[in-house]
């Protein structure tokens, strides 16, 4: 088992920046690929950013390619998010997501372990 807790969330206006964090607990011996998703208010959960076990291969939804920024630290049982130029769209809660084995994928199903979520919202 995998424990995810995710921060860094909060209140921002538009153009600004946050970062989210998502430590892991528990079985983190094993290779587990990160992912991050979002959910607004009334729509479905969507795949944001991912990253490979190793961090050389990470992925973005079209969204925030060019704003956002994927890494990890493994020593530290640590993903992160960084997020700038954050518009009121980006407004969401953001979840944190680990998947056993090294490939990064952005398919919601195949991921294992999820952490409660971090509110982000974007005031205008």
């Known amino acids: 088992q995998v424990q995810l807790v995710e921060s860094g969330g909060g209140l921002v206006q538009a153009g600004g920046s946050l970062r989210l964090s998502c430590a892991a607990s528990?079985?983190?011996?094993?290779?587990?690929?990160m992912g991050w998703f979002r959910q607004a208010p009334g729509k479905e959960r969507e795949f944001v950013a991912g990253?490979?076990?190793?961090?050389?291969?990470?992925y973005y939804a079209d969204s925030g390619k060019g704003r956002f920024t994927i890494s990890r630290d493994n020593r530290k049982n640590t993903v992160y998010l960084q997020m700038n130029s954050l518009k009121p769209e980006d407004t969401a809660v953001y979840y944190c997501?680990?998947?056993?084995?090294?490939?990064?994928?952005?398919?919601?199903?195949?991921?294992?372990?999820w952490g409660q979520g971090t509110n982000v919202t974007v005031s205008s």
């Open positions: 528990g079985r983190t011996s094993s290779s587990y690929a």
């Open positions: 997501a680990a998947r056993c084995g090294i490939i990064v994928t952005r398919t919601e199903y195949e991921y294992n372990y």
């Open positions: 990253i490979s076990w190793s961090g050389g291969n990470t």
